[in-house]
T-cell receptor, first 115, second 109 residues
Framework: ETGVTQTPRHLVMGMTNKKSLKCEQH?????MYWYKQSAKKPLELMFV???????ENNSVPSRFSPECPNSSHLFLHLHTLQPEDSALYLC??????????????FGQGTRLTVV | GQNIDQPTEMTATEGAIVQINCTYQ??????LFWYQQHAGEAPTFLSY??LDGLEEKGRFSSFLSRSKGYSYLLLKELQMKDSASYLC??????????WGAGTKLIIKP
């Protein structure tokens, strides 16, 4: 138990569907992240929020839309995805996204399959 | 560009010692992390090095040489539960984590 909870754990969706991934952290951290993890590839940072403000958007397609209503919750809204978007989506949190070289705490991820 | 290199897969025997290497080229350096990730689970923090030298934590040790852009994770007295992927990540000058693809470690009895 890392203090970061993601739901759902598994998701299968068609290319025309709309779905959302949810992440919640109980660590009092100010920064939250979305990562994409594909097999045998490095973790890809998608979005960073610090104090609810988006600070990074690493050229992610608009079919992925993040939302951070408060410092404890993070969503990733999905629509018209492609099969190549199938991957493990990981949420993480850390005390801050700047100035402190501290560890990030990860959720267990959502295994997404686009059919 | 920035990149992190680590072997894709390694195999070791229960009770033995294994060393997982990581080399990096990044824009600046604010520390190097090692994470462990069991299949289907969250990555969990193992170690952090920002100064040269060896950091020991129980059966696990991590070494850093900033001048060589090199780190290794040393696992002693291997146990079956150590079978996992080990991820190396470097924090660059913008405090962004640059990740390696991970090393899958297989432990055999």
């Amino acid at each position: 138990e890392t203090g970061v909870t993601q739901t759902p754990r598994h998701l299968v969706m068609g290319m025309t569907n709309k779905k959302s991934l949810k992440c919640e952290q109980h660590l009092g951290h100010n920064a939250m992240y979305w990562y994409k993890q594909s097999a045998k590839k490095p973790l890809e940072l998608m979005f960073v929020y610090n104090f609810k403000e988006q600070t990074e958007n690493n050229s992610v397609p608009s079919r992925f839309s993040p939302e951070c209503p408060n410092s404890s919750h993070l969503f990733l809204h999905l629509h018209t995805l492609q099969p190549e978007d199938s991957a493990l989506y990981l949420c993480a949190s850390s005390p801050s996204d700047r100035g402190e070289s501290t560890e990030a705490f990860f959720g267990q991820g959502t295994r997404l399959t686009v059919v | 560009g920035q990149n992190i290199d680590q072997p894709t897969e390694m195999t070791a025997t229960e009770g033995a010692i294994v060393q997982i290497n990581c080399t990096y080229q990044t824009s600046g350096f604010n520390g190097l992390f090692w994470y462990q990730q069991h299949a289907g689970e969250a990555p969990t923090f193992l170690s952090y090095n920002v100064l040269d030298g060896l950091e020991e934590k129980g059966r696990f040790s991590s070494f850093l040489s900033r001048s060589k852009g090199y780190s290794y994770l040393l696992l002693k007295e291997l146990q079956m539960k150590d079978s996992a992927s080990y991820l190396c990540a470097v924090m660059d000058s913008n405090y962004q984590l640059i990740w390696g693809a991970g090393t899958k470690l297989i432990i055999k009895p």
